[in-house]
């Protein structure tokens, strides 16, 4: 840790630790994960972010996972970016039943054209059941497809609107949520005012933005304060929090949500 409230060594299994989560009782975190080139590329010559990714990135995707409630992700990028099914971690079940959690966080996808990949194997074998949202309007085959092996949630309106699928994870008590993209979400997050915290990593590489895709302006930008900087293999991994007017920042502590360590020790 460059800069932060703890300089200096962090391990893999203190990660979790500088990536507190908040009380969501009242209202929930949102979180959004990205990851960008020195030239501002979101991703490599394949279009994907895990070209541009690396081994202290995906320490960091892993600690800030490792208590949440939800993986937030749309459809096309689940797909292109291969995602798995997302595991129970025995050594984080104590800390997760006593929190009221899952075994694991749950995989929620948003799909308007429910072009999902079902085989056995993929993110359908999750250790809790994928909730997958669609409109009304989705095609009726596809929808019960999607049933056979998750929970589809259909909302109003002709596209799947961020605002409610927060609203409909947080009314079942899933408040702890990360935002993974792809960009369409993460804009709609954005501009919803819905996102409290940005975890971005830096790579250490200069590949261009051909593949990267653009995205409108958001009409009324919000700014964000850092609370650390860490780095490995020359990555460079930033924790922003929303600012608030008047109050300072929006910064969970470390008290707000135990370690592994603190969980076994209670």
Known sequence: MLHGPQPGPVDDDALSAVYPWPDTTDKPYVRAMMVCTLDGAAAGDDGLSGSVSGGADRSVLRAVRRFADVVLVGGGTMKAEGYGPLKARPEDADVRRDAGQAPAPVLAVVSGSLDLPLDPGGFT??????????TESADPA????????????????????????????????LGRIVCE??????????????????????????????????????????????QHVLTAEEFLMLRYTRTTAGTGD???TADDVPSA????AS
Not at 126 to 134: A, K, L
Not at 156 to 173: F, I, N
């Open 125 to 134: 074998d999750s250790d809790v059941t994928p909730i997958v949202f669609t």
């Open 142 to 173: 596809r929808v019960e497809d999607v049933r056979k092996r998750c929970e589809v949630v259909q909302l109003p309106g002709e596209k799947v609107d961020a605002e409610q699928v927060v609203q409909q994870l947080h009314h079942r008590g």
């Open 181 to 226: 993209g792809g960009p369409g979400l993460l804009h709609q997050v954005t501009q919803s005012g819905l996102l409290d915290e940005a975890d971005i990593t830096i790579a250490p590489m200069l590949v261009g933005t051909d593949k990267t895709p653009s995205t409108p302006m958001v009409s009324d930008p919000g700014t964000m304060t850092l």
């Open 250 to 252: 929006a910064e969970p």
């Open 261 to 264: 360590e603190q969980g076994a």
